[in-house]
């Protein structure tokens, strides 16, 4: 839905500057579809704010000042980094990728900052971005949250998830820890 919702929103409010002349309400009805909006739209204005203020309106490019914005955390730092600078600091850890880390058996961790670093550790530094991407990909398209394709997957014979008695691919985190 961001994906979706940002086509238009950048076009409309192209600097930080514009997002700060926003009536009141208006940012909140140009996201309203991509849920919490109230919450987001205070955050695209402490973000623009902080922009300009400290940034002469212009996105950092480290991980230290991206997460010092309002509402950007590594996810999104990683994100941005890897899109708009080209940089590997980390590992972009959604849903998606989260839910993929815990099945494949690459991480049992609850928290995404902890899932990114055993991650990190797996994984060649140089690929760190195009790691979230194929994660997130695989997740969209094949091991869906609720209705994994344990049959169709490429990578089946090496997922232990893909082997847990009569449940498809979905253990419960409960029975994970427990073995």
Not at 133 to 139: A, K, M, Q, V
Request: proline fraction near 6%.
């Amino acid at each position: 839905m961001v994906n979706i919702i940002t086509k238009d929103l950048f076009k409309k409010y192209k600097t930080p500057q514009d997002y700060l002349k926003a009536a009141p309400g208006e940012l909140e009805k140009d996201i309203k579809a991509s849920g919490f909006f109230n919450q987001k739209a205070k955050s695209i204005r402490g973000l623009s704010q902080k922009l300009v203020d400290e940034f002469g309106g212009e996105v950092p490019s480290t991980m230290e000042e991206l997460i010092r914005l309002p509402g950007v955390a590594r996810k999104t730092a990683n994100v941005v980094l890897g899109n708009a600078f080209g940089k590997n600091e980390g590992i972009a850890v959604d849903t998606h990728v989260h839910r993929l880390s815990w099945r494949l058996g690459f991480s049992d961790h609850d928290d995404p900052n902890k899932v990114e670093k055993d991650l990190m550790v797996l994984f060649p530094r140089n690929r760190w971005f195009s790691v979230s991407h194929l994660l997130i990909n695989h997740g969209r398209a094949i091991c869906d949250a609720r209705a994994p394709k344990c049959i169709e997957c490429p990578v089946n014979d090496l997922c232990p998830a893909s082997r847990a008695p009569a449940t498809g691919g979905s253990r419960k985190r409960a029975s994970r820890r427990s073995s």
